[in-house]
Structure formats: C-alpha cells, structure tokens
C-alpha cells in the first residue's frame, strides 16, 4: 500500500513565477492536509481539504497562496507570484478521517521549493 | 492547543536505551498525547500516542505521569537509524473541533553515536 505520495521532491522557481506542489494521498484517505517547515523551524498547519471542499484554511496566506482537493486526481498547493521568503519544505498528511483526537496523520516526503 | 515543553537536544548511543521527556502542564482531560518524529530530509512519521495509559508498540514506549504532566517516550534499544526531531504534540478529543491540525513545535533533536 503506497504511502503519501508528493511531487515534484524539489522546485525551483524564480520570483513571479508560480509554483505548484501535488500531493497524492494513500489509498482510502480522503482528507488532506498541508503543513509548511521553514528552515530551522517546526511544521506550521496551512490547508485542511476534503474531497472538493476546503475545510479549514486558516493557516494559508492571504494572497497568491490556493489548495484544492478535486474529485478526481491529485491535491495541489498552488502558489503564484513566488517571492524569497516562500522557499520552505511543503509537507502534505492524510487521514481516513479527521473527528477524534486519535486519527494518525501520514506524511508525505515533502517538496522543497526554492525561490531564486 | 496546548503548550508541551521538550529539551532541544539528546544524545544516546546505540543499543542503549533513550528517554525523551515532555512536559505539559496545562493538559486538559480530553487532550491525546501524541508523538512524531522526522528524519533528515522526510517528512514526520507518527510513533505513538495515548491518553491515560502508558503503551507500547513496535517503535516505542510511551510512559506518562500519573498527573498527565509529563510524559516520556522510550526507545529501548536506540539504532542510528533512530537519530531525528522527536516532537511531543497535545490533541484534543472533539469531533467538533479543529483538532486535526497538529502543532509542532521545535522537538528534541536525538543524536544516536555508534
């Protein structure tokens, strides 16, 4: 049974340029997640999204930042316009559900994006 | 969420057991701990979590204080495939409520010397 699968692993991009992360979650999850780590620093909850509903997205910028989760096919993290301070490790989890406090989430392996 | 207190850093070596500690002092009653860890370069793999209870599995041990004001995960034989970000999260038991998101703070980075 794959596990959470990402792509691209790495990214570069070039200011103004845009950049999108996929995220493939393991079989039978239907709920996704997507979490940001700055260098040096702890993961930070950005999106949460169902199968075509974002849930919560709380944790996302204000501008040039979008997720979606479509009926058919991957989760993308869509940012446009990228700037320096972008450049993070963009993690994506599933979960078969998200109510309880005991639902494991499962990470992907992350996409580095780089911002020239 | 509330607030867990861990070291920075640990050091073991191999095949030595490991304690990590966590302290969270304002645990509420309907709070789960929960433990991550992420290797180098990978994202955050789940270890464990529990209420009241201590427990076990194949990875590791948690024991938590009668008070539930701290817990320690246990690695029993610690590998060097063992060395990562050990992070200590609180989570609350409400279907209603947005506890899937998960806040990770810095956790304590475990050295594991051959």
């Known amino acids: 049974n794959a596990g959470v699968m990402q792509n691209p692993r790495h990214l570069v991009r070039r200011r103004g340029q845009e950049a999108r992360l996929r995220c493939s979650p393991m079989?039978?999850?239907?709920?996704v997640y997507w979490y940001r780590q700055l260098p040096e620093e702890g993961l930070k909850f950005m999106v949460y999204?169902?199968?075509?509903?974002?849930?919560?997205e709380s944790g996302m910028p204000k501008e040039r930042f979008s997720a979606e989760f479509p009926k058919e096919g991957p989760s993308i993290l869509r940012i446009q316009q990228v700037v320096r301070g972008d450049s993070a490790a963009y993690f994506c989890?599933?979960?078969?559900?998200?109510?309880?406090?005991?639902?494991?989430?499962?990470f992907g392996p992350g996409t580095r994006l780089t911002v020239l | 969420d509330a607030k867990t207190t861990q070291p920075n850093s640990m050091e073991s070596n191999e095949e030595e057991p490991v304690h990590l500690p966590c302290n969270h002092s304002t645990i509420s009653g309907t709070d789960y701990i929960h433990w991550y860890r992420q290797l180098p370069s990978q994202g955050p793999e789940y270890v464990i979590h529990g209420l009241t209870s201590n427990v076990n599995n194949r990875m590791a041990s948690l024991a938590i204080a009668e008070d539930r004001k701290s817990s320690t995960l246990i690695l029993h034989r610690a590998t060097l495939r063992d060395a990562a970000v050990y992070y200590c999260i609180l989570r609350v038991f409400n279907s209603g409520g947005s506890n899937y998101k998960l806040t990770f703070g810095k956790g304590t980075l475990l050295t594991v010397n051959p």
């Open positions: 999204l169902q199968k075509e509903n974002i849930i919560d």
């Open positions: 079989k039978g999850h239907s709920h």
């Open positions: 989890a599933s979960s078969p559900r998200s109510s309880g406090g005991t639902d494991t989430q499962y």
